[in-house]
């Protein structure tokens, strides 16, 4: 057997100090890098649910109107700035069919600004009849949390001194909430799993503004539990009617029999913000 080692304060010292500093020291709860593990994903997941439902909960919010819509639909002066920018990289290349490609998409997205305004001026509307403390209403505006209509609906409630709830998502690309959202009600996510539970749970209304793959994903998610019965009755509005009728054909598909005529009626078309809030109104019975 060989000899063992003489020990010394400083050998022991040391051994102290890294056992100290070792990460199977650390508390479960405070050692990120193994909560961040592919086998700890169950716990994430729970984690995500856990939170926003503790901080909905404390903060009052038990029914929402939730706002979705595309991040690039943005004021008119910011249309008309990147559709001038496109026209200018054009002029200086005539012949580039990506640059004209770009233009005419400019051209598109200031002709839908106007959308920006009209979800804006919802947000102003659902969050000024949520403040009247003579009716049992507690509605709140909730959105995606990012730019473009979603931004637009939060800040319609900013400007009514209203709440509002924005559930933003990691991305690989670097974004940030837009501006407008409660502090406290503004909530990051993972996964988007969890985000959809918690844009369905409290959910009194949906209103979907023209946008891309993420507000068809939104969009199909809602229809899809309301045609299965698997959530709570809500208007389902798809705000638009011209965009959304050259989009999605819903009547194709009830007459190719892989829907049934009944389905058609879960969606509801609106023009104006009037339009849109008083289907509200009338499915909830809000009225005075």
Known sequence: MEKPKPLTTEAVERNRQAILESPSYLLAELDVDFIGRAE??????????LKAETILREAGIRSTVVVFGGTQIVPRDQAEARLAAARQALKASPRDAALRRSVARAESILAKSRYYDEALEFGRMVSDF???????CDLVIMTGGGPGIMEAANRGAFEMNAKSVGLNIVLPHEQEPNPYITPE?????HYFAMRKFHFILRAAALVIFPGGFGTLDELFEVLTLRQTGRMQEIPIIMYGTEY????IN?????????????????VHYADSPQEAWQIVVAFHRLGP
Do not use: S
């Not at 700890?40 to 649910?49: A, G």
């Not at 959304?244 to 989009?247: A, I, L, S």
């Open 40 to 49: 700890q994903r169950p716990i994430r997941m729970q984690l995500e649910l």
């Open 130 to 136: 949520c403040r009247d403390e003579d009716r049992k």
């Open 185 to 189: 009600l503004c909530l990051q996510f």
């Open 244 to 247: 959304w009728k050259k989009v």
């Open 250 to 266: 819903l009547q194709a598909l009830a007459d190719e029999g892989v829907i049934a005529d009944e389905h058609l009626h879960l």
